[in-house]
């Protein structure tokens, strides 16, 4: 019995450490969580209208005298890091000056390593202006490739990638388009990790 007490007492100690310790984390975390909120709605808010407008819209773009899929993305449809940092430096630095600011894209049917860039918006072209133009059709010269077996060029494979890619998202609501391409955390969000902090004190309790 006193054994039992025993146990019984210490898994109230180390279970109150443990969630006291989770707590504290959490109110940590909040902190964080609301000035990440705070920091990005004062940043979209000061962006213009039309270019928040864009944001998850498909278009075109011309690359090496060819035409590419591109989808415009908010700096925080990108994961932390190095675009995200490369985009907030465009931004502060074309505020300052009172510059047109540059537009985020994917470019459809790209790795996810070389898949983003900052281009000028005078470089996009709507994709009911491309449709017009034709732009979405494979080029004649990767069209001979393909007929002749011959291999194609890594940017010949994500322009054709790229217009069929394109073509999916067009059936989706702007939210939804390539889901896998906004999978990831904020770094808040990742401070506070639930499962290790039941997983301790579950551990002690069975020790």
């Not at 707590?23 to 969580?33: E, G, L, Y």
């Not at 498909?58 to 989808?71: A, D, L, N, Q, R």
Request: proline share 4%; with cysteine.
């Amino acid at each position: 019995m006193e054994k039992g007490n025993e146990v019984e007492t210490r898994y109230r100690s180390s279970g109150s450490e443990d969630m006291a310790e989770f707590q504290r984390a959490s109110i940590v975390s909040n902190d964080t969580s609301t000035e990440f909120e705070e920091g990005k709605q004062k940043i979209l808010s000061s962006l213009p209208t039309d270019l928040k407008h864009d944001f998850r819209k498909v278009c075109f773009t011309k690359w090496e005298e060819k035409y590419y899929s591109i989808m415009q993305l908010s700096p925080y449809d990108v994961s932390p890091g190095q675009v995200r940092d490369e985009w907030m430096q465009m931004y502060h630095k074309r505020n300052k000056a009172g510059k047109p600011f540059c537009r985020l894209v994917y470019w459809h049917g790209s790795d996810i390593g070389e898949a983003f860039s900052l281009i000028p918006a005078t470089r996009i072209i709507s994709y009911e202006n491309g449709l017009e133009k034709g732009v979405d059709k494979i080029p004649s010269d990767i069209e001979r490739k393909l007929r002749n077996g011959r291999r194609l060029t890594t940017k010949e494979k994500v322009l054709i990638n790229g217009h069929e890619e394109a073509k999916k998202d067009l059936c989706l609501l702007p939210l939804e388009r390539s889901p896998w391409l906004f999978d990831f955390k904020e770094e808040h969000e990742k401070d506070l990790d639930y499962s290790d902090c039941y997983s301790s004190i579950e551990s002690r309790v069975k020790g």
